[in-house]
């Protein structure tokens, strides 16, 4: 079961690794308080945290004590980050539920916007503003597209174009969730510097693919190759072959850079 949350909590923790150190520590100073999300999305669950007591960061788990343990629906969480619900409504409507310390619990709706609006001044925000726009929710592999993204917007100049000029291709990979849902990103390693979009590409693609989501996530962690995805007929080419056969080196390429 794939959350709509993932995205989000990457998409943060991104923003907030891009702080400068003073900006980060200043968020710190002023939440002082560790943060459990407990979410659920039909009958899974999965807990994230986020600590602003210590050293400002995000990570998968119930990571440390908690201050206040917040829970709710996959749904509420994405509905109070887009701002279609504030925390107090939330909490008043039965939709999320407070354990600890209710007057940090009030300061939710303060730590999901103030690190995007810090982030959005300095140019060291770059890479994690790359890697907001290919962020969709429902998809498992929205996080892989964003730490590519990342990973391009931090690599310099020179190192992109040696990636463009090694490969010399446009990707688009279509990509199916658990619902059926097909979603397009373009990863453009033939143009300019290198790029990536979720959507198609502004020229013709090289190469398209067509894969699962589950499985576009094995093939990015190594669990899935190109070569045995293509034959199991779990990835589904049309175009250049031979480049789907860079797959592997230009995912291994890119994702080290995205230091989330």
């Known amino acids: 079961m794939s959350f709509k949350s993932a995205p989000i909590f990457d998409d943060l923790s991104a923003r907030i690794a891009a702080l400068p150190a003073a900006e980060r520590s200043g968020l710190v100073q002023k939440v002082k308080g560790i943060f459990h999300f407990v979410l659920k999305s039909g009958d899974a669950e999965q807990t994230w945290t986020l600590d602003f ?137 033939k143009t300019g510097n290198g790029s990536i979009t979720a959507a198609p590409p502004a020229g013709k693609a090289d190469v398209t693919i067509a894969i699962g989501d589950k499985d576009f996530v094995d093939l990015s962690s190594g669990k899935l190759n190109a070569q045995k995805g293509f034959m199991q007929g779990k990835i589904k080419v049309k175009g250049a072959v031979m480049l789907a056969a860079k797959l592997d080196t230009v995912l291994k390429d890119l994702r080290p850079k995205a230091k989330l």
């Open 53 to 189: 007591k210590n050293d400002g960061s995000v990570a998968k788990g119930a990571n440390g004590k908690a201050d206040v343990t917040l829970s709710m629906s996959d749904d509420t969480f994405a509905d109070l980050v887009a701002g279609k619900i504030n925390g107090q409504k939330a909490f008043m409507q039965g939709k999320m539920k407070v354990k600890g310390n209710i007057a940090l619990a009030s300061k939710i709706d303060t730590v999901l916007k103030s690190a995007p609006k810090a982030a959005a001044a300095p140019a060291a925000a770059a890479a994690p503003a790359a890697a907001a726009s290919v962020a969709v929710a429902g998809f498992e592999s929205s996080a892989v597209f964003t730490e590519i993204a990342n990973g391009l917007a931090s690599a310099s100049p020179a190192e992109r174009t040696a990636v463009v000029g090694k490969v010399k291709a446009i990707f688009q990979f279509d990509v199916k969730n658990a619902d059926g849902k097909v979603q397009t990103w373009a990863l453009d390693l």
